[in-house]
């Protein structure tokens, strides 16, 4: 029997409509409801609509505002670089869709008429929780980089830790931070690279190394892949991909290293040894970047580690499917209080953010928002997406009655 449009429409609504995946986020059609299908409600009047640009940084209401603005004005292939996850990006939406899955619990009849949001890391006290992400070559961005987000973090006193492919070097990222930064590690196949850039870092006062754990395979980035062909400039360019060496030009971390023998600015062949072999070297505090299993995270601490990150790398490593959020309480649980956790990935919401103070990380860092801002606007761009996240995590804390950090308590969270 010939199915005629309409009828196919509407079965389709309804299959959408009993989606397990689907439901609860179906939008409600202000127009053409279909009968028998049942709808979220209420119907969404005002979607973000991506081609209606903010002009200025204090028109975005949320840090998705961001996004669109950046896309128009970052060339396609880095703006893919960015936005891309891995093969299906199923961790990529997984990340977000993790926090659906965790419900808050407030209390009433707190004093929150004055708000404290400072933590303290490594005995130092930042005014808020909310860290810079270590993302690479952010003049692929905007011409200022590295330094424009530093100038930002600067004004916020938000940690900024700075990757090992930072386009600026960690000297003058420091002096526009005012402040220490940590040092993000890719360690690469040879120890000298490594530990040449430890050095540097030390010696720039940085206050801790982060050794990324997460990218020891190859990557299929389909986004990027895709929109590579989209962008009319010559890549080659300025990537001159003929070998490691000419590819590594403008990242000041490599300059002046003896690169003989690296392969890869990875490190597939890192093992505990490795984390030995750095204590010995640095006196700087050591955090492990992209733990997501919890024997992995009591391994950490009984090898003297300072800290670990909870990071997936933004849905950018492997696509697992699983969200750094859902695999914090097993490893809250697990670590004892026994160094502090940070965690990453996904975190676009001051809910985000109470939800994983909540269940026992001490802090939380943000990538791609402040690369957002960045793209569209430069610092100010920045600013404004740092300061988004500070106000929305202020009301968060307001609203659950916690007027401190330290008030954010498990009880607060429940599994959906
Ligand atoms: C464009 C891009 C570049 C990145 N570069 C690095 C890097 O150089 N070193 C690193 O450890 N993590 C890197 N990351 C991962 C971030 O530090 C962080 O784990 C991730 O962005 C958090 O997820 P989110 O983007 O959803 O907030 C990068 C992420 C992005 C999006």
Not at 32 to 48: E, F
Not at 334 to 362: C, E, N, Y
């Amino acid at each position: 029997m010939p199915i005629d449009q309409a009828t196919s429409r509407r079965r389709f609504l309804q299959f959408l409509a009993g989606s397990p995946l689907i439901a609860g986020s179906l939008p409600a059609f202000a127009e053409g409801s279909v009968a028998g299908a049942k709808l979220s409600d209420p119907i969404i009047w005002a979607p973000l609509k991506t081609e209606n640009l903010i002009k200025s940084p204090k028109e975005a209401i949320n840090v998705f505002d961001f996004e669109p603005a950046c896309r128009a004005n970052v060339p396609p292939a880095h703006f893919g670089y960015m936005a891309s996850g891995i093969d299906d990006e199923v961790t990529l939406r997984a990340n977000r869709e993790g926090f659906l899955k965790f419900v808050l619990r407030p209390r009433r009849l707190v004093d929150v008429s004055k708000v404290d949001m400072s933590v303290e890391i490594f005995g130092v006290r930042y005014q808020t929780p909310i860290i810079v992400a270590p993302v690479g070559g952010q003049q692929s961005f905007h011409p200022e980089g590295e330094i424009a987000v530093a100038k930002a973090a600067r004004a916020g006193d938000h940690l900024q830790i700075l990757s090992t492919s930072t386009n600026a070097g960690v000297e003058d990222v420091a002096a526009a931070r005012g402040a220490p930064l940590w040092y993000q590690l890719y360690a690469t196949n040879k120890w000298e690279v490594a530990k040449a850039m430890v050095a540097r870092a030390e010696k720039s006062g940085c206050l801790a190394v982060a050794v990324t754990i997460d990218r020891s395979g190859g990557r299929n980035q389909e986004t990027l892949f895709r929109l590579v062909p989209t962008d009319s400039r010559d890549c080659n360019a300025c990537h001159e991909r003929g070998s490691l060496a000419t590819n590594l030009k403008r990242r000041a971390m490599y300059q002046g290293l003896d690169i003989s023998g690296l392969s890869h600015t990875q490190s597939s062949n890192m093992t505990w040894d490795f984390l030995k072999r750095l204590r010995d070297t640095t006196k700087m505090k050591i955090v492990l970047k992209g733990v997501l299993a919890h024997e992995d995270a009591v391994l950490a601490a009984d090898a003297g580690m300072d800290a670990i990150i909870v990071s997936n790398h933004g849905g950018r490593s492997e696509d697992s499917g699983r969200s750094t959020i859902d695999a914090l309480p097993e490893i809250v649980e697990a670590v004892r209080g026994r160094m502090p956790i940070l965690i990453d990935s996904g975190f676009r919401r001051g809910t985000d953010i109470v939800k994983a103070l909540a269940l026992g990380a001490h802090a939380v860092c943000i990538g791609r928002p402040y690369i957002w801002g960045l793209g569209a606007f430069g610092q100010p761009g920045v600013e404004r997406v740092l300061e988004l996240l500070r106000i929305e995590l202020h009301a968060a804390m307001q609203q659950v009655g916690a007027p401190t950090v330290k008030d954010l308590v498990p009880g607060m969270v429940r599994r959906a």
